[in-house]
């Protein structure tokens, strides 16, 4: 198969161009559907002319249906889009990539977004990969944990809410950051729990907090009771943070963020900041799960994508505490040059 991708590639390369673009296309009207074509020329950077051609392609074999309110997919065109995803993934040698970055980080399994989707739809993309791997890795009488942020935010909206498993147990990784309320653990719990037909516990803790109350506020009851069914948790999704970022949302003081800075600090997860050896620089008192709980959970999966967190990536994520990596081709390439491979 990969030869004749090669042979074609070369003798027809406008076919490569054309299935990618279309790609786009029907996955960006997937998502964003009912959509106009002004709206979809500028989401992917392509003249009107361009969508116009392709949309009337797309009507021809019934994968869209073009109505007043904007351009929507049929289930033709769902069940499509999947084989498609599946060929541009053969295309762009994906399963040889993950294959590569599972050796270079020493993880169990590493899946990919094809580089052909948008860079404004990629975190969309991560979530509905992560999402469905997920509820491939979950059973009958699991205890799940998540961790909050953006990425987190879009798996729990791309989860499906078939309810296939049951006595399933999700609690938040840790405590609130003091941000929007949509990207915050429980929120993202709670909305994973309903997709799985499953119970949650809160947290109703700030992730950073004073050392001098960290212990009373430990042991009230409520978060007392939240903390030993985290203990328990089998499987766990988290992300990873750019250390500055996280700072930030951490709100940690000037003097600590210039220790990190001189510390030449690239990573942050689970309030612990890395340098780009992977190297412990810093760490704040939060309540939750710790890097030295990870190695007891069965499965942990970390959920990262775009350049800029490639180097985070590869701070943090190491066999020592995580066995599946979701991300995309782009970061994933860019990992491998950090590395010193070759792409």
Excluded: W
């Amino acid at each position: 198969m990969k030869k004749l991708f090669k042979i074609q590639e070369k003798i027809v390369p406008e076919i490569v161009e054309t299935a990618q673009i279309r790609y786009n296309i029907l996955r960006s009207i997937y998502y964003h559907q009912p959509v106009g074509r002004r709206a979809l020329a500028h989401m992917l950077d392509l003249s009107e002319r361009k969508v116009r051609n392709d949309l009337e392609f797309f009507e021809k074999n019934y994968f869209i249906r073009i109505t007043p309110a904007g351009t929507q997919i049929t289930r033709t065109g769902e069940e499509f889009l999947v084989e498609l995803d599946e060929y541009i993934k053969e295309l762009r040698d994906i399963k040889n990539l993950e294959q590569k970055l599972e050796k270079m980080l020493g993880l169990k399994k590493v899946k990919l977004v094809n580089g052909a989707v948008s860079e404004t739809d990629r975190k969309v993309e991560i979530g509905r990969l992560a999402a469905q791997l997920l509820q491939e890795e979950i059973k009958n009488g699991d205890i799940l944990a998540v961790t909050g942020g953006t990425t987190l935010a879009e798996v729990a909206a791309r989860m499906d809410s078939r309810q296939e498993v049951s006595d399933v147990l999700v609690v938040p990784g840790r405590g609130g950051l003091g941000e929007d309320v949509e990207i915050q653990a429980n929120t993202i719990a709670a909305e994973i729990a309903k997709k799985l037909g499953g119970s949650y516990y809160l947290l109703h803790v700030p992730d950073n907090i004073a050392e001098e109350n960290f212990s009373r506020i430990c042991h009230e009851p409520s978060i007392q009771k939240t903390l030993q069914i985290l203990k328990k948790a089998n499987i766990l999704i988290h992300g990873v943070g750019s250390a500055e970022d996280m700072a930030v949302r951490r709100g940690l003081s000037r003097e600590e963020i210039d220790f990190l800075t001189a510390e030449r600090a690239v990573s942050e997860a689970f309030g612990f900041y890395f340098d780009s050896s992977g190297k412990i620089v810093y760490s704040t008192a939060s309540v939750g799960l710790t890097l030295e709980d990870l190695k007891d959970i069965e499965t942990v999966i970390v959920v990262a994508g775009g350049e800029n967190k490639a180097e985070a990536i590869l701070a943090a994520v190491s066999p020592q505490y995580q066995d599946i990596l979701i991300t995309d081709e782009v970061t994933a390439r860019k990992i491998i040059r950090l590395k010193g491979g070759e792409v």
